[in-house]
């Protein structure tokens, strides 16, 4: 008689043989992992209370929203609030802001985290290695209210670099004020900020090249450049990849912190971005509905963007985020 096997090992769990149900075999399986379920707990909380909980007012934007009526009694309006949105004429320059400002960003600040990693690679330091890279990381757990008052104490009128302008002879540039300079502030002092925090993920992923690589190119007499050029930049490549996926789903959010903080009526012309419009809207003048159609416009394109450029590096055959 053929004996049975009471047990049957399946993905390193011991599962009845008789049983069949996949819930219970989901329960004991997260049971036996709780501890790293306890470690994702308060980043599903998060989300659970940030991302979705929220989802339930996006209802709003369909509706003349009545405070004492609350948010479930409000009448329904349909596509009004968003045909008030793209009608009103300071919408085009809401989305010529937020585009140029980002595009901007992301032509002259996607490469400067990977050039800064890879020259921070060749230093052989290591304790000099690791000052620098401390250094270059902390401004990004600096909030822009702080940054922004080191922006204009280096940028014033009085600042730092009109006083010494001043102190030669020459006339003071209000840096901040001027239309023509405004978004290149917002660029440069967008990337000081965050440069050495985005190298992080590639310093993370040099390791993982294989060093016979290199000595193949050594022997070849492949110089440091073309080493670069014909190993490290395609060992990148996924991660560049992933990188440039995430930043042009968030293609429309062009930084409400910063701009909100260095923004002024001079300059309100070239630096007034979605965000901002939404906090005016729905906050000062409390017109909440409109403000929720500008927010869910901005995260359906985002969404659309998010998708769009993930299937176009999946043609490609790159490494995608799904």
């Keep these: 008689m053929e004996a049975t096997i009471p047990n049957a090992r399946r993905d390193g769990n011991v599962v009845a043989q008789g049983s069949s149900n996949p819930r219970k075999s989901t329960l004991r399986r997260m049971w036996q992992y709780r501890q790293l379920y306890l470690l994702i707990l308060p980043a599903l909380v998060y989300f659970i209370i940030f991302a979705y909980v929220p989802l339930y007012g996006l209802q709003m934007a369909f509706k003349d929203f009545q405070v004492f009526r609350g948010l479930w009694d409000s009448p329904w309006v349909g596509w009004q609030n968003f045909q008030h949105l793209f009608s009103s004429p300071k919408f085009p320059q809401l989305i010529e802001n937020t585009l140029l400002i980002s595009i901007y960003r992301l032509i ?23 000052s620098v890279q401390t250094i270059t990381y902390f401004p990004h757990f600096l909030s822009w209210v702080v940054m922004a008052g080191i922006v204009i104490n280096l940028l014033g009128p009085t600042g730092i670099i009109n006083t010494i302008v001043r102190e030669a002879g020459g006339d003071p540039i209000n840096f901040l004020a001027n239309p023509d300079l405004f978004r290149i502030n917002l660029v440069v002092t967008g990337i000081l900020k965050e440069f050495g925090w985005g190298a992080i993920i590639y310093l993370a992923a040099l390791p993982g090249i294989d060093p016979q690589l290199y000595e193949s190119a050594k022997v070849d007499g492949a110089g440091k450049l073309r080493q670069i050029r014909d190993i490290t930049l395609p060992g990148l490549r996924p ?63 985002g969404m659309i963007l998010i998708v769009t450029a993930n299937s176009i590096l999946r043609r490609f055959g790159e490494r995608s985020i799904w």
């Design 239 to 301: 991660v560049m990849a992933i990188v440039l996926v995430l930043s042009l789903g968030s293609l429309l959010d062009a930084g409400f912190d910063q701009v909100f903080m260095l923004l002024n009526g001079a300059t309100l012309e070239v630096g007034d971005i979605i965000d901002t419009y939404v906090y005016r809207v729905g906050l000062l003048e409390a017109n909440f509905e409109l403000a929720t159609a500008v927010g869910l416009f901005k995260g359906v394109n």
């Design 108 to 130: 002259f600040g996607f490469p400067v985290p990977i050039l800064f990693a890879l020259l921070l690679n060749e230093v052989r330091h290591i304790a000099f290695k690791r």
